[in-house]
């Protein structure tokens, strides 16, 4: 766990990242890394929050596995709700599935990708609506940014103050295309992952959305977290590439 900017910390794991957000009185969990995490997870907010100390909520950018996979066990011991937008929630509630990934794209994540599930956790009646336009349960100076395309309910947050970017996996901040990349983790401001993203189309408007933001920090589920990456963003935004075999 380390703290990146005032009222935010990451909590790295192998695949994905989590945040810590907010302060000892009012505090989210910002997604929750795939099954398994919950220790860990604990374990660094009561580091950075106190003994004992419990979050509001926690808040998922998307449904997927690597995000949400930890997140029942952890509203359980909590006592907390999870929350997701409503586009999500058929996929969290086991009502529907996400679509299969696209094994037949490019880049070196899809050839990992066959050993991941589609599927991802149920979280039954723990998971309610992150409603896009109201005020974000325990986070009053962030905002929701919707950003469909990785999936179809995937969400941002953004803290204009300081211009702090929680982008999901709407961008991340390593080429998961790239063995060498990912191994080394080099930073890197990149498309969504390419074979669990359904629609590419939607994805570009969505990077072109976060550029508009200008972002001084951009925290990805992906990635270590960079700053000063606005400009690097812009460039992906204005000549974003699709997949070679999707059309977009
Ligand atoms: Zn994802
Ligand atoms: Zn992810």
């Known amino acids: 766990m380390r703290e990146i900017a005032p009222g935010v910390a990451v909590?790295?794991?192998?695949?994905?990242?989590?945040?810590?957000?907010?302060?000892?009185a009012s505090w989210v969990l910002v997604d929750a890394c795939t099954p398994g995490n919950e220790s860990r997870i604990r374990r660094a907010a009561e580091r950075r929050f106190g003994r004992g100390s419990r979050p509001r909520a926690i808040l998922l950018t998307h449904g997927h596995f690597d995000h949400?996979?930890?997140a029942g066990p952890l509203a359980d011991v909590w006592g907390v709700p999870?929350?997701?937008h409503p586009l999500e929630l058929p996929y969290l509630t086991g009502r529907s599935n996400y679509p299969p990934f696209d094994l037949k794209s490019?880049?070196?994540f899809t050839r990992i990708a066959k050993f991941f599930p589609t599927g991802t956790v149920?979280?039954?009646t723990r998971a309610g609506a992150l409603e896009p336009k109201r005020a974000i349960p325990g986070l009053p100076d962030w905002e929701t940014i919707e950003t469909a395309g990785h999936t179809p309910g995937h969400v941002a947050f953004f803290r204009r103050g300081d211009a702090f970017l929680l982008a999901g996996d709407a961008v991340t901040t390593m080429n998961l295309d790239s063995f060498w990349d990912t191994v080394a983790?080099?930073?890197?401001?990149?498309?969504?992952p390419v074979p669990a993203t359904s629609n590419w189309g939607n994805a570009r408007r969505s990077v072109?959305?976060?550029?508009?933001?200008?972002?001084?920090w951009i925290a990805s589920?992906?990635?270590?977290?960079?700053?000063?990456?606005?400009d690097e963003l812009s460039r992906l935004a204005d000549n974003f590439h699709c997949p070679e075999n999707v059309q977009c």
């Open 11 to 24: 909590i790295p794991t192998l695949i994905a990242n989590a945040y810590l957000v907010g302060d000892r």
């Open 68 to 70: 949400a996979g930890s």
């Open 82 to 84: 999870i929350y997701a």
């Open 106 to 108: 490019p880049g070196f």
């Open 122 to 124: 149920d979280l039954g």
């Open 185 to 192: 983790r080099r930073k890197q401001v990149c498309r969504p």
């Open 208 to 216: 072109e959305r976060l550029a508009s933001l200008r972002p001084l």
């Open 221 to 230: 589920g992906h990635g270590v977290p960079m700053r000063d990456a606005a």
